[in-house]
């Protein structure tokens, strides 16, 4: 016995790494329960909103033709007598007239339980069918009758499709003519909503249990990797994962200093300056106040002024990391948000004209339209002190287009490289145009510049693809 124990033992850090696993085994069987419990649980709460609103708009829909049927027949019930066999004979042939979709029709019992209109059920005429019961015991005739008298309401039945002969729950609403001693209602089959219902909660199990799956595949892989680790470990690898960890914990910090960097050189052009600026304006109001002088006021006013340009600074660039209105409206509503902002932060007049995409093109064209667009507006912006802007976008037959042109001072190619940091760059801008298979112009002249960007048709969706997108 001692020497099987001898032959098992584990040195202290496969003791470590053992323990590990225990903990990790735990936490993640943990983590599955509740990802599985509190899915589950969304899902049927999503399920049941989704049903109660796909029934409530049948419902709607119902009181719709309804209505229909009340418009047409109101005049002739309004003016007749109890006993006008002739007005009678005139409603329910309006009636069985009615009829709409593949199983939509109006039915009419008397309060004795006879039919009298069914037009895509015709053997139910001229019957009595008081005590009818549907598959769940619900006495149907009698709920409906029930509820003519009452004046109208809904009822959820069992019954079988004009269409296919199947049974099928079907909403119905129906009201009485209390001087005839008639309900008449309509309803709609709703198998539809229960169906795709179902098939939506088979599908999301479905991935539910895959998604339980993985985990547990990646917790099995996790640990089989830790137990090997820990198997092998000793100290010359400790030493070379030291080595390791000093060299990642090194390249953190170089990763750390180049983002930096680059948030720096975001933010010097504008907000930097700025601040420096109400720096200044703050000293000198000090000054002026230690001095009694009355103009430091105007100093803090105007540095209360700046402070406010630096506010719509950080906004705008937060704007320009990603507009949300690209991905929920598309490149147009996109667009012209991003050019009335420019026109009302810089006072240089935008005429944007567009033909409706209907979000018709795909995620990379819109993102590649719209950096080349607010990369040009930022060079002009810059360097081009123009006046006049003119940005159109619009789809042919050949594709999507995008034209941006102003009348400022024009521009040559290395001036664009030199200018254009922190931004797209013009070798930026083609690459990305490029990598779409599309082509970008840029003409420029001392009376201003003209940028054409042209994508190939392969880009606009479809309208399928459209509302698939739409919908994501």
Do not use: C
């Not at 590990?20 to 943990?30: E, F, N, Q, S, V």
């Not at 009694?292 to 006013?301: F, G, K, Q, V």
């Not at 080349?372 to 081009?384: G, P, W, Y």
């Amino acid at each position: 016995m001692r020497r099987l124990i001898t032959r098992i033992s584990l040195s202290y850090g496969q003791k470590i790494f053992l323990l590990a696993t225990i903990p990790l085994i735990l936490a993640a069987g943990a983590i599955a329960l509740v990802v599985n419990y509190q899915t589950h649980k969304l899902i049927n709460h999503e399920i049941e909103a989704l049903k109660s609103e796909l029934i409530a708009a049948k419902e709607a829909e119902i009181l719709n033709y309804l209505s229909i049927a009340r418009t047409a027949i109101g005049p002739i019930y309004g003016r007749a007598l109890p006993d006008d066999e002739s007005a009678k004979l005139r409603v329910t042939q309006i009636l069985s007239s009615l009829l709409y979709g593949r199983d939509g029709y109006f039915f009419v019992f008397d309060y004795d339980g006879n039919n009298l209109v069914a037009p895509r059920q015709t053997n139910l005429i001229g019957k009595n069918w008081a005590g009818l019961q549907d598959q769940n015991g619900m006495h149907v005739v009698d709920e409906i009758i029930r509820i003519g008298r009452n004046g109208g309401g809904y009822l959820r039945f069992d019954w079988p499709k004009p269409s296919t002969g199947e049974m099928a729950e079907m909403v119905a609403y129906v009201v009485g003519l209390q001087d005839w001693k008639w309900a008449i209602g309509t309803g709609i089959f709703i198998d539809d909503v229960t169906n795709n219902l179902a098939v939506t909660r088979a599908q999301t199990g479905k991935r539910l249990r895959a998604t339980s799956y993985q985990i547990m595949a990646i917790t099995m892989a996790a640990l089989v990797l830790v137990f090997l680790s820990g198997m092998v470990l000793n100290i010359r690898e400790r030493r070379l994962a030291d080595a390791k960890l000093k060299k990642l914990t090194q390249r953190v910090f170089d990763t750390q200093e180049e983002e930096r960097s680059r948030v720096a050189r975001e933010l010097h052009d504008g907000i930097s300056q700025i601040l420096v600026g109400v720096r200044y304006l703050l000293e000198l109001a000090i000054r002026r106040q230690s001095q009694e002088d009355p103009r430091a006021l105007n100093s803090i006013t105007k540095a209360r002024d700046d402070l406010n340009g630096a506010i719509a600074e950080v906004r705008r660039i937060s704007h320009d990391l990603r507009p949300g209105v690209l991905d929920d409206l598309g490149l147009a509503p996109a667009l012209r948000t991003l050019t009335e902002d420019f026109s009302n932060r810089t006072g240089i007049q935008v005429q944007f004209d567009t033909v409706v995409f209907s979000n018709r093109l795909d995620k990379e064209s819109k993102t590649a339209l719209y950096r080349v667009a607010q990369e040009a507006l930022t060079n002009i912006e810059r360097h081009s002190r123009a006046t006049r802007i003119s940005l159109q976008v619009y789809g042919n037959r050949r594709g999507a287009n995008l034209r941006i042109e102003d009348n400022g001072i024009g521009m040559s190619y290395p001036q664009v490289e030199r200018t254009a940091t922190g931004g797209l760059g013009l070798r930026n801008m083609q690459e990305r145009i490029e990598n779409l298979d599309g082509e970008l112009r840029i003409t420029s002249s001392g009376s201003g510049t003209i940028i054409d960007v042209k994508l190939p048709l392969k880009h606009m969706l479809k309208a399928r693809e459209t509302l698939e997108e739409e919908t994501k």
